[in-house]
């Protein structure tokens, strides 16, 4: 007997999931969205209203056989049994990144790296919005692709992607690919295979035609080698703080010189609105595609210039009695808070921890020696955390609130002081997400 598919199935009901089922509602396409674990409130609402089908708390019996195709949310792993099942019926499984790029025709900028996505994918859509344009910022940053090509089409995106999201896509294509840096994250995911992880954060320049570009970092060492092996066929231009680019922006002196197209504009480091060397190489990017894009110069130098940073990406939340506390919750591997400690220029009461990926804290060591006065480890299980810097900092301390952190941390503190929260870890052991971490963080914070 023929199989005879009855819906695309959608996995996961977050964000992802739920932007998918909207998407497919408003288009036409028969789903059913099943979890694993308890829909959101938030999302069974959402699902509820638009009348779509779902199911959770376990995927029931036979959903594959029934399926013509598989939306999977980007948190599950291919490794998962009902992803492998699919994969034997030979169904197709994709992204719901792959599913919204069929239902819009827009200049789509994409944007990928371990570390910086989110800042630079927020400052290219200030600087589109900013410039006139209809666009806006997508993906792994606030609403998910699909909910926003359902509710409202723009004719740009800024659309962050993860390595997961990655994964799933086939047929989707940039018109502008943006590759920031390779460094070790999730590598739990990759078999701790980091070329497997490099690998994903290449195909951001999969199906790019010549017309395309690829605007990348000449300073990672791990890209330079990803070019050579994948030969892109988009038109390339380069970022670097060490060398000088023909095509892109490099820096002299102190100044960030944008080369692009036969047009030269400059900019000094002290105009930016983001500072660190991290903000750099995000404004860099930033600015390449801005210009790609067919903006005015004198737009992307004002737009660099006034940029308000992401919530929870090295966010200031308030300076009391001398001591400043800052909010990098987003930072969950450790080459953000690489970047972080970088950034400092005061010493650090740093709250660190959650749920390890595989990290290496000694690259973190002379940071730590030069800038850290004091650890308080936020977290269920803080073995390596204390195994990496017990010997390096006068003092660690361990506590399993983030009220108990901040007050822990506030003491620890002198004035003139910095109160770091960058965690290096998930959140996932006492938090929802990142953003629950970093908004209990302010909360206690103004609790002082």
Known sequence: MTRKPTYTLILGAGESGTGAALLAKAKGVNVLVSDAGMIKPTYKKLLLENKIAFEENGHGAGLIAKAREVI???????????ISTAHAANIPVISEIEF????????IAAITGSNGKTTTTGLLAHLMQQGGLNATAAGNIGQSFSRIVAEKDYEYYALELSSFQLEGNYDFRADIAILLNITPDHL????HNFDAYANAKMRVIQNQRKTDAFVWCSDDETICRKVEQFMPKAKQYRFSLTQKEDQGAYLEKNNIIFNIKGETFTMTLEELALQGKHNIYDSMAAGIAGKLIGLRKESIKQSLADFRNAEHRLEFV??????EFINDSKATNINSTWFALESQYKQVVWIAGG???GNDYSKLTELVKQKVKAIVCLGIDNHQLKEAFNNLVPVMTEVLTMEEAVNTAYNLADKNDTVLLSPSCASFDLF???EDRGRQFKAAVQQL
């Not at 999977?72 to 009902?82: F, R």
């Not at 739990?188 to 078999?191: G, P, S, T």
Request: hydrophobic residues 25%; proline residues 6%.
């Open 72 to 82: 999977k949310s980007p948190g599950i792993p291919d490794t998962a049994e009902i």
């Open 100 to 107: 919204a790029s069929r239902y819009t025709t827009a200049t």
């Open 355 to 357: 749920i390890d990926k």
């Open 318 to 323: 308030a300076n009391i009695h001398g001591i």
């Open 188 to 191: 739990d995911r990759y078999n």
């Open 432 to 434: 929802e997400n990142y």
